[in-house]
């Protein structure tokens, strides 16, 4: 069972609307990523998180954004959904300084519709 | 731009096959390389290569880093069905915090 437990693992939105997707870390872990992984294709990084701020970003536009809260637990705003946000979205924790991989969570199913 | 190509994009062996996976990358900066396993969701830890021809082992997985050409093989000896998932490769920079990845390898092992 993987330490990284994501929530919820599927739901359906309407273009336009807005989503939170949340991650709790494993323990031990202080660094939070999230990926989203559209069907076919590889993970591409959104963002990661670290001490509570945004420790770098991918080529995402500003209307995906973050939190990460002091237990470490994070969570994946996405406003004004676009039918092309269908995906996987995957948040990995990892601890800072002592990179060795990636634990994933098992992700949350988005469909956009 | 930083690239990782995976190839095959899918293939499909019976059992007992032996089955060899490639990933190549255009990075600058390089820092490590790794393979992870996708069943369903949750992509599984399998490898990290960091130095060039030092081959890792698990069990009938094993891979190898080639730094000088830029490439990196993973490679599954007498297959089984369990074995069937999406194989993705991932690299790490200097100084990064992310890691770029392939579109993976979907293989299919038939009994």
């Known amino acids: 069972e993987t330490g990284v437990t994501q929530s919820p693992t599927h739901l359906i939105k309407t273009r336009g609307q807005q989503v939170t997707l949340r991650c709790s870390s494993q323990?031990?872990?202080?660094?939070v990523s999230w990926y989203q992984q559209a069907l076919g294709q590889g993970p591409q990084f959104i963002f990661q998180?670290?001490?509570?701020?945004?420790?770098g970003r991918g080529n995402f536009p500003p209307r995906f954004s973050g939190l990460q809260f002091p237990n470490y637990s994070s969570e994946l705003n996405v406003n004004a959904l676009e039918l092309d946000d269908s995906a996987l979205y995957l948040c990995?924790?990892?601890?800072?300084?002592?990179?060795?991989?990636?634990?994933f969570g098992s992700g949350t199913r988005l469909t956009v519709v | 731009e930083d690239k990782v190509v995976q190839s095959p994009l899918s293939l499909v062996v019976h059992e007992g096959d032996t089955v060899t996976l490639n990933c190549s990358y255009e990075?600058?900066?390089?820092?490590?390389l790794l393979w992870y396993k996708q069943e369903k969701k949750a992509p599984t830890f399998l490898f990290m290569l960091?130095?060039?021809?030092i081959e890792k082992k698990s069990g009938r997985l094993s891979s190898i880093l080639d730094k000088k050409e830029l490439f990196s093989i993973l490679n599954i000896t007498a297959t089984q069905t369990g074995d069937s998932a999406i194989y993705l490769c991932?690299?790490?920079?200097?100084?990064?915090?992310?890691?770029?990845f392939g579109a993976g390898t979907t293989v299919t092992v038939r009994a």
């Open positions: 998180y670290y001490r509570e701020e945004e420790n």
């Open positions: 991932a690299v790490n920079f200097s100084n990064d915090y992310k890691l770029s």
């Open positions: 990995a924790s990892s601890l800072a300084g002592f990179f060795y991989g990636y634990t």
């Open positions: 960091t130095s060039s021809g």
């Open positions: 990075v600058t900066n390089f820092r490590s």
């Open positions: 323990s031990g872990h202080n660094t």
